[in-house]
């Protein structure tokens, strides 16, 4: 039946971006945390991404969560002279983390969540019909 694929489908996208929501959060954890050690690297931001994949039994596309990529772009400095990882010039590598964006990203995820969860919630309308119409 062509609306239990489509309850399955945007079970895929929930379960993606559930997985998304952790990556970000993971992210807005950790975006204040200085290194280890002197010398070591702070925090690196985590990207997440997806991939789309035929599933044979489904006979439909879905979407999983993919690889967790690392953001590559500088480090954010923080001037703390006083700071046992700071450098010779009194500058403390910062994890490479905008609250902002981490923000933005986790609300995106939430309404995609949302979305998947609503269409969800219509399918399960419309088969409670379809029952009744038929025991009518």
Do not use: C, H, W
Request: proline share 4%.
């Amino acid at each position: 039946m062509d609306l239990l694929k489509s309850i399955a489908v945007a079970t895929s996208g929930l379960r993606s971006q559930s997985g998304r929501m952790r990556v970000i959060a993971e992210n807005m954890a950790n975006a204040d945390s200085g290194p280890e050690r002197a010398g070591a690297d702070p925090y690196r931001r985590k990207i997440p991404t997806f991939q789309r994949r035929f599933d044979r039994d489904l006979e439909a596309q879905v979407v999983d969560m993919g690889r967790v990529q690392r953001d590559q772009s500088q480090f954010r400095t923080k001037f703390e002279p006083g700071n046992p990882t700071a450098d010779a010039s009194g500058n403390v590598r910062m994890p490479n983390v905008n609250s902002l964006i981490e923000t933005m990203d986790m609300r995106e995820a939430q309404r995609s969540y949302e979305a998947n969860l609503n269409l969800i919630s219509s399918t399960r309308r419309m088969i409670q019909r379809t029952i009744d119409i038929l025991r009518a």
